[in-house]
């Protein structure tokens, strides 16, 4: 069954230090997604690519993050410089896009960042 | 006031319990409906979704949607301790024209089924 990877699973920073976290979708999705979890909160997007376009990058801050999707296939999320409120689960989601119909999102792992 | 609220609980259920889990919502162009089950240190995964009123059952699990009252439901019959996990009810807009789907979800919560 074809899952979502990320990479890594865990990552322990220090702040000021830069971070990446990398997500391989589905074959075959163009539409891929980069939420922060908070723990105890509901996952909130930070950008949404369409293919290698950005189409929501609203929610990012844009100060310290950056995405990037280059070849419309597998994506980058980088955090520099880390700051303590950072510390989440980064989770990755893709999806097809079917206009005018449920477009389900596959969610991979997550990668769990502490920043200490 | 938040597009989702969701009761993050926590709910705690002795097993073979009924499990009822709820979220409300403000927006109305809001279309499509779902829950996601989410272990604990994984990512989530979707349980079911619905799109118009009424309720949508798979196996011991059952969705309702009252779009009138802005309500969403799942209940859980026969609870199993292989349940206990994090319920988060999401929501996806209709296509904006934008090429953008995007989903909103509430806080998650978090259920235990004692044995």
């Known amino acids: 069954e074809a899952e979502v990877a990320q990479s890594p699973r865990y990552k322990i920073t220090e702040k000021s230090q830069a971070v990446a976290f990398w997500c391989d979708p589905i074959?075959?999705?163009?539409?891929l997604y980069w939420y922060r979890q908070i723990l105890g909160q509901g996952p909130e997007l930070l950008v949404q690519f369409q293919d290698e376009s950005v189409v929501d990058d609203s929610q990012l801050p844009k100060d310290r993050f950056s995405a990037e999707r280059l070849k419309g296939v597998d994506s980058t999320l980088k955090i520099q410089p880390a700051e303590l409120g950072d510390s989440a689960m980064y989770l990755c989601?893709?999806?097809?896009?079917?206009?005018?119909?449920?477009?389900?999102?596959?969610f991979g792992p997550g990668t769990r960042l502490t920043v200490l | 006031q938040k597009e989702v609220e969701q009761d993050p609980g926590p709910l705690s259920v002795p097993e073979g319990a009924i499990v009822s889990l709820n979220c409300t919502y403000s927006?109305?162009?809001?279309?499509?409906f779902m829950w996601y089950r989410q272990y604990s240190r994984k990512g989530p995964e979707l349980l079911m979704y619905?799109?118009?009123?009424g309720n949508k059952e798979d196996g011991r699990f059952t969705a309702q949607v009252d779009k009138s009252s802005k309500y969403i439901s799942l209940f859980i019959r026969d609870s199993q301790p292989s349940d206990s996990a994090t319920y988060l009810c999401?929501?996806?807009?209709?296509?904006?024209?934008?090429?953008?789907?995007?989903?909103?979800f509430g806080k998650g919560t978090k259920l235990s089924v004692i044995p």
């Open positions: 074959s075959g999705h163009a539409t």
């Open positions: 989601a893709s999806s097809m896009l079917e206009v005018y119909s449920y477009n389900e999102q596959f």
């Open positions: 999401a929501i996806q807009t209709t296509y904006s024209g934008a090429g953008s789907y995007q989903l909103t």
């Open positions: 927006n109305s162009a809001f279309q499509y």
């Open positions: 619905t799109y118009s009123s």
